[in-house]
Structure formats: C-alpha cells, structure tokens
C-alpha cells in the first residue's frame, strides 16, 4: 500500500506544469481549530515568566549596536525572537529590517498587515505574536476598529477588502493551496499584483515568525502588554491606478539583480535556472524582496548545517506541505550535490534511506510545519542532540523560511522553470516505470 500511494504522487507531481497535486497530509490543513484571542491574551500574560527553548541574548548585547529599529514601533526594545538570533551575526539587524519593511513599508496599510499576522498568530495558537500584533494594531483608530473587529469575530463590520485580506491569510495559512482560484479573483477585485505579492509575502513572514515564536517558546515581554506602542510613520498612499504601475524601485532592482547574474565574481546557486520565478514574482515588492534576500543570506553565512541537510529539511517541508514549486527546486538542488537518484527515490517512500541526524531534522520539520503549537521541550531537544545549539537553530529557520515561502510560490501557482521539472523527471522517471526496486 505504501507503494501504491507513492507512486500514485510521483505519477500526480509529474504533471506539475499543469496543476499542483496534494499529497494525503495536506488534503485537509484548512480545517484549523481557533483558539480565542481573549485566551491567547490570557496565555500571553502566562507566557511573561516562560522559559526559552535557547539562551536569549541580553538586550545590551554588542549584536545590538547600531541598528536603527529594533523593533517595527520603534520603541527602542529588543524583542526576544531577535535575541534568539543573535548568535548570528548580522542576522537581528536583517530581520528587524525584513519586520519593518513588511509592516510599514509597501501599498498595502499597516491595519491591514497586522490584522492578517494577528489573525494567522490565532491560527497557530501563538500568544506570543498575539500579543506583538495586538499592541501594534493599538496605535491607529483604524487598527483599534479593526482590533474589536477581530476580538468580538464580527468580521463583517470590516471593510470588504480587509475582509478578504483575512480571509487570504486564512486559506494559505491552512494550505499552500488553499485560495482556489475564484476565491483569488475576488482578491484581484480589490488589490492589484504588487499588493498581492506584498501580502502573500505578509502570509510567508508570519507562518515563519509564528513558528519560530511556538518552536523556541519565547516569553512575551512584559513592555509589549504593559507600554503601549507609539505610532510609527504611515505606509505610502495606495495607487490610484486600476493597475500596478512598475515601480523605479521594481526597475532597479530587476536590472541590479540580473546584472548581478553575469558578475562571475558574484556567486550563483549553481542550479541552472537563471532569473527564478519566485524572484520574478517577489521583485514586485523591490523593498521588500531585498529585505528579505538580505535576511535569508545574513543567516546563511553564519549556518553550520551542511547545504545538502539544508534542502533535506526544506524537502520536508515542501513535501508536508504540498507545494509543488519548492519541492521541485529542493530535488534539482539535492540532485546538483551529488545526491543519488536512488536516494532522492528512497526519500520520497520513506526515511529509511536517512541518517540519525538527517531522520532528526525531518521530523521535526514535518511536525512544526504541520502543527505548530505541538512542539514540545522534548521534541526541541531531541534536535539540538543531533545537531547541537547552532545546528539547531539553523535548521529550525530553514523550516520557518519553507513553511513561509512554501505559501508565497505555490499560493500564487508560480509556474516551475524548465529545468527543475526535467531534472524532477528524470529522477522520478524510473518511479512510474519500475516499481521493483520500491518493494
């Protein structure tokens, strides 16, 4: 029966280029029970005196220094998922910058981003960010109506397009396929690309902060319930184009980035497939996708996982999840380092063909992308075991980092580049030919 089912998902993947499959595991991931937020506020409360899964840097820590905007209302403060960062040089800097940007940055308002994160830190039962999004929504009159809105469940005094920007962050919070296509349509009505992207990158951002938050088990800071957050400059007027005009911003950073590809002194993912349409996709919000590229390699640079276990946990998630774009490019990179086909076969059916620490690493992936709130002190531990406090560390925010963008490629049925959905073919070819070495 295993077999069966697997190779029922290779034949179904394999016509990827015409529509995304679901695998069994995510067939059903909208159906997200709601805890209140009148309970996360409780819990939030509870949560000041909880114990962090890491040592959390001291606020005065040199990491630090100099960085304008520690936080998106600028209070000044250092909130506690960057002090889980510090270890990382460089990287609390990127991702206060990545925070702010998303936030206060772009066309789409700042009540309407804050609403879709409380609502998706809801979802995830994560008081933490409840109570981060809460204080934020707190500063305007809009965000205070939109605020009650939420806390009473009268979505229908909302605005019709904020009403839809929850309801988007709902669907792909449940599922990367969870917006069908007329309920994206209905989204379109009201937002055009640029805005689309911006907050479908809202959903990538916060799936990822959730988890980070509910994985470490970070303790809400006690200014973020008790000192109320000042309001910070507004974001830029909406357009009054009935459609996206492309940006100076969009112009430049296409032209930077595709200059940078002929650079050879600039190194390259080595995969093949030149300009990629996530990055096609994400240049429409320039500000943004370079806050977030920055981010993403900051990390990196800092990351003692191996490449290779790194793309084993996003193949994971990717797989979990369903989406078909990154599970594509997760096999195409496995495969460019020399990972067997026989392997990426095996990994496929099962985890026999996985080391101890490779077997530790995926499943946690799989359980934190799933159900976030499960994850236990335990389950924590068992993965710094195998991995030790940085490796642990890396691999949780290569999940977070797939169970974001997992939402952001498949969420906007991105089309996969012709050379993963060969070298994905070519792999799996064998699967729909010949079951024999699957027995």
């Known amino acids: 029966m295993k077999t069966t089912r697997y190779i029922a998902s290779i034949a179904a993947l394999l016509c990827l280029s015409i529509s995304p499959a679901l695998p069994e595991s995510a067939s059903d991931a909208g159906n997200i ?6 309970s996360l506020q409780d819990q939030a409360r509870k949560q000041i005196t ?9 606020e005065s820590a040199e990491a630090f220094n100099g960085i304008d905007s520690l936080e998106p209302a600028g209070s000044g403060h250092v909130p506690n998922y960057l002090r889980a960062m510090a270890s990382m040089p460089g990287v609390p800097a990127s991702f206060a910058h990545v925070m702010k940007t998303l936030l206060y940055g772009g066309f789409v308002a700042p009540e309407v981003k804050l609403a879709m994160g409380l609502r998706m830190a809801q979802l995830h039962s994560s008081p933490y960010v409840v109570a981060h999004m809460e204080r934020y929504l707190r500063t305007t009159d809009r965000g205070r109506e939109v605020l009650a809105a939420l806390q009473s469940g009268n979505f229908d005094s909302l605005q019709p397009a904020d009403r839809l920007a929850l309801e988007y962050a709902e669907g792909l919070t449940g599922g990367v396929h969870g917006v069908s296509d007329s309920e994206f349509a209905k989204v379109r009505g009201f937002y055009n690309d640029s805005q689309i992207v911006e907050m479908t ?4 951002i916060f799936n990822y902060l959730d988890r980070f938050a509910e994985a470490l088990n970070l303790p809400v800071e006690s200014w973020v319930l008790d000192s109320p957050a000042t309001e910070p400059e507004a974001a830029a007027s909406l357009p009054t184009a009935r459609i ?8 430049k950073a296409t032209s930077d980035r595709l200059a940078a590809m002929k650079d050879p002194k600039v190194p390259s993912n080595g995969w093949g497939i030149g300009f990629a349409n996530s990055m096609r996709a994400l240049l429409r919000c320039p500000e943004l996708a370079d806050a977030w590229m920055n981010f993403g390699t900051t990390a990196r640079q800092s990351w003692v996982i191996s490449r290779e276990e790194q793309l084993q946990v996003s193949f994971a998630v990717s797989l979990a999840n369903g989406c078909r774009y990154c599970t594509l490019h997760q096999v195409l990179g496995l495969h460019k380092l020399g990972v067997s086909m026989g392997k990426l076969m095996a990994m496929k059916k099962d985890d026999d063909a996985l080391t101890p620490r490779e077997h530790a690493a995926v499943l946690f992936a799989r359980k934190l992308a799933l159900d976030p ?35 952001f490629t498949d969420g906007l049925h991105l089309p996969s580049e012709d050379a993963a959905v060969q070298t994905y073919r070519e792999v799996y070819h064998t699967a729909q030919t010949s079951t024999s070495s699957l027995q």
């Open 50 to 58: 909880a114990t962090a899964r890491i040592q959390l840097a001291p």
């Open 201 to 204: 990158m809202t959903v990538c």
């Open 373 to 407: 709130p499960s994850i236990t002190d335990a389950d924590y531990q068992t993965l710094r075991a195998a991995f030790g406090e940085q490796g642990a560390l890396d691999v949780l925010m290569q999940i977070c980092s797939f169970a974001g963008f997992n939402r």
């Open 244 to 251: 996206g005009l492309i940006s100076d911003g969009e112009m």
């Open 33 to 38: 029970p709601t805890v209140s937020l009148s």
